[in-house]
T-cell receptor, first 116, second 114 residues
Framework: AQKVTQAQTEISVVEKEDVTLDCVYETRDTTYYLFWYKQPPSGELVFLIRRNSFDEQNEISGRYSWNFQKSTSSFNFTITASQVVDSAVYFCALREEGAGSYQLTFGKGTKLSVIP | AAGVIQSPRHLIKEKRETATLKCYPIPRHDTVYWYQQGPGQDPQFLISFYEKMQSDKGSIPDRFSAQQFSDYHSELNMSSLELGDSALYFC?????????????FGSGTRLTVV
């Protein structure tokens, strides 16, 4: 069973629009971590945020904000006033603590295209 | 701040050749992870090492092997290369402890098999 689901394969928005990238996860662990990474065309994985399962406080960092809701197992990412430089593939990822395996499980990614 | 160093950045090999990818983790980090990302795919976990011992194994082909050395750097050895091995290979490191502090990813090695 897929543990991290990013239902949106590709999204296109016009510059300055707001966009929300969805992430739904599945785990039986009570302790886990959720991540968002940005992968621009150059290929590197750029860390955006880490959130542990005990911290449901939403976070805002500049134009980026994250909404973590354990009740719906979702960790959505919103970009406000999108810019062309935001064009990239965005991955949501999960690390579980209970099984003793500390690997990161990625979603399939959402390709965001911001059109000028 | 020091980051995770991967070498080489790019590598072109022919089918059936061997390749060795290297990863130098952040100082003090004791755990190394290897991921493979095929074109248009998400990164897939291959293998990890903690204190020079294999700690977890994912979808790593038998043709691949890896190890972590006494200085904590790690090498991923790939033999009998196939066209399907063409991918971006990431190394990440972390430090074990009571509180997880996160992963640091290297910039990746892009392997092209021709």
């Amino acid at each position: 069973a897929q543990k991290v689901t990013q239902a949106q394969t590709e999204i296109s928005v016009v510059e300055k629009e707001d966009v929300t990238l969805d992430c739904v996860y599945e785990t039986r662990d009570t302790t886990y971590y959720l991540f968002w990474y940005k992968q621009p065309p150059s290929g590197e994985l750029v860390f955006l945020i880490r959130r542990n399962s005990f911290d449901e406080q939403n976070e805002i960092s500049g134009r980026y904000s994250w909404n973590f809701q354990k009740s719906t197992s979702s960790f959505n990412f919103t970009i406000t006033a999108s810019q062309v430089v935001d064009s990239a593939v965005y991955f949501c990822a999960l690390r579980e603590e209970g099984a003793g395996s500390y690997q990161l499980t990625f979603g399939k990614g959402t390709k965001l295209s911001v059109i000028p | 701040a020091a980051g995770v160093i991967q070498s080489p950045r790019h590598l072109i090999k022919e089918k059936r050749e061997t390749a060795t990818l290297k990863c130098y983790p952040i100082p003090r980090h004791d755990t190394v992870y290897w991921y493979q990302q095929g074109p248009g795919q998400d990164p897939q976990f291959l293998i990890s090492f903690y204190e020079k011992m294999q700690s977890d194994k994912g979808s790593i082909p038998d043709r691949f092997s890896a190890q972590q050395f006494s200085d904590y750097h790690s090498e991923l050895n790939m033999s009998s290369l196939e066209l399907g091995d063409s991918a971006l290979y990431f190394c990440a490191s972390s430090i074990s402890g009571t509180i997880f502090e996160g992963y640091t990813f290297g910039s990746g090695t892009r392997l092209t098999v021709v």
